[in-house]
């Protein structure tokens, strides 16, 4: 039988707030898939999670096809991400975007504002984008 208590433990342990400032592990992957696309963090859906990453996806407004995600943090302040399938190859999971040629997004947070940096410049948000 399973244990339910340590599914609640696992689900705590990713939308407790990271470092104080009250954004959420959650939050920091929408801010950073959002940053990551040029997208709305609006349109950006957590649907999953592990003890290991989260699973979130879109559907891109322009052609309304979905782009899924597993998103972690790293090293304190990175967010690293990889691709998580399609409509066509729902089992696919790509790689984690951990190789020294890949774009490398970090966050901060201050004064209720995350700031992601990654190749394309720097990007804020506030915590109610996020939501």
Same mark, same amino acid.
């Not at 992957?29 to 950006?44: L, N, T, V, Y």
């Not at 899924?68 to 066509?88: E, L, T, Y």
């Given at each position: 039988?399973?244990?339910?208590?340590?599914?609640?433990?696992? @689900?705590? @342990?990713?939308? @407790?707030?990271?470092?104080?400032?009250?954004?959420?592990?959650?939050?920091?992957?929408?801010?950073? =898939?959002?940053?990551?696309?040029?997208?709305?963090?609006?349109?950006?859906?957590?649907?999953?999670?592990?003890?290991?990453?989260?699973?979130?996806?879109?559907?891109?407004?322009?052609?309304?096809?979905?782009?899924?995600?597993?998103?972690?943090?790293?090293?304190?302040?990175?967010?690293?991400?990889?691709?998580?399938?399609?409509?066509?190859?729902?089992? %696919?999971?790509?790689?984690?975007?951990?190789?020294?040629?890949?774009?490398? =997004?970090? %966050?901060?947070?201050?004064?209720?504002? =995350?700031? =992601?940096?990654?190749?394309?410049?720097?990007?804020?948000?506030?915590?109610?984008?996020?939501?």
């Amino acid at each position: 039988m399973k244990n339910p208590n340590i599914v609640l433990i696992l @689900s705590l @342990s990713l939308t @407790s707030p990271v470092f104080a400032a009250d954004f959420t592990t959650s939050q920091i992957c929408k801010a950073g =898939i959002a940053a990551a696309f040029g997208r709305d963090p609006k349109i950006i859906k957590v649907k999953g999670s592990t003890k290991d990453f989260l699973a979130l996806q879109y559907y891109r407004p322009s052609d309304n096809s979905l782009w899924k995600f597993h998103c972690k943090i790293v090293d304190g302040n990175q967010i690293m991400w990889r691709g998580a399938g399609d409509p066509s190859e729902p089992s %696919y999971v790509g790689r984690w975007r951990d190789d020294p040629n890949d774009g490398k =997004i970090t %966050y901060s947070i201050e004064k209720n504002v =995350i700031k =992601i940096d990654d190749i394309t410049g720097q990007h804020t948000y506030k915590a109610a984008q996020l939501k």
